[in-house]
């Protein structure tokens, strides 16, 4: 077994509630610093960052995940991470097939910066990332496992777009094996509260500034190499293996 330090929802300046300073190489050198060896990259509502952020964690020595953080019809975010760039990359395009286009208001929402490798500025993505998308939370995980992901509810202990939040209780179906909670001191009351069938619970950031990025605290064990640590992430969060 290895042991592997992580952070799995994390915002570039892609988003729009994301920090300008929170670029692709700036977000893996934080990573590199706090002792992390796994970070996913989870805009909302998109994954065009991943192929910057992913030649960036190469430079730092992070493993990368690409990543999005969905929100659903009902406004719910769900984290969702897959095991290769281009199969996130292909998600992105479904997703975008299913986006309420509205304009981007910069001076209300903030910027929403598309980043090459060396975090120059290659585009902006001008419509809004964060309002909901038309894909209802019944279609997420299969909508997701067809592009070669897992996905789970994000942040379900708080209010905002916290799926026990939004709906009043945590559904019997979809069914997810795994949860993110936010404060790690809620983990097992929540566990226990969405239901028997969890099996993973989270810590993520959900960081929108640099320094909210995790510290060396959160981990999973895996019995995999560094190369496949993505692809055994994937099976360990999705209840096929540990």
């Known amino acids: 077994m290895n042991r592997y330090y992580y952070d799995l929802h994390i915002h570039s300046c892609l988003s729009p509630c994301g920090d300008d300073e929170s670029t692709p ?16 990259l989870t805009d909302h509502n998109t994954t065009k960052n991943c192929p910057a952020f992913f030649a960036a964690a190469k430079r730092h020595n992070i493993i990368p995940v690409a990543g999005m953080e969905l929100t659903t019809a009902e406004e719910i975010h769900i984290v969702c991470l897959f095991p290769t760039l281009d199969s996130a990359l ?16 910069t001076d209300i929402f903030g910027n929403q910066y598309i980043m090459d490798e060396n975090d120059k500025i290659i585009g902006t993505d001008d419509n809004l990332l964060s309002n909901a998308t038309t894909i209802s939370l019944d279609e997420v995980p299969d909508a ?55 099996k993973k619970v989270v810590t993520s950031s959900d960081a ?15 019995d995999c190499k560094k190369e496949d640590v993505a692809r055994c992430l994937i099976e360990y969060l999705g209840g096929v293996s540990g």
């Open 25 to 40: 190489d700036s977000i893996a050198g934080m990573g590199e610093l706090n002792g992390l060896d796994v970070m996913a």
């Open 208 to 222: 929108h500034y640099l320094w909210d990025i995790n510290e060396k605290t959160q981990f999973f064990d895996l």
């Open 144 to 198: 997701v496992k067809n592009h070669g992901g897992i996905c789970y509810p994000a942040h379900v202990d708080r209010e905002a777009n916290g799926i026990i939040s939004v709906l009043g209780f945590f559904p019997k179906t979809p069914v997810f094996p795994t949860i993110e909670v936010h404060d790690e001191n809620k983990r097992e009351d929540l566990a226990l509260l969405c239901k028997k069938d969890i």
């Open 90 to 105: 292909s998600f992105d395009s479904f997703v975008d097939s299913r986006r309420i286009k509205i304009q981007n208001r």
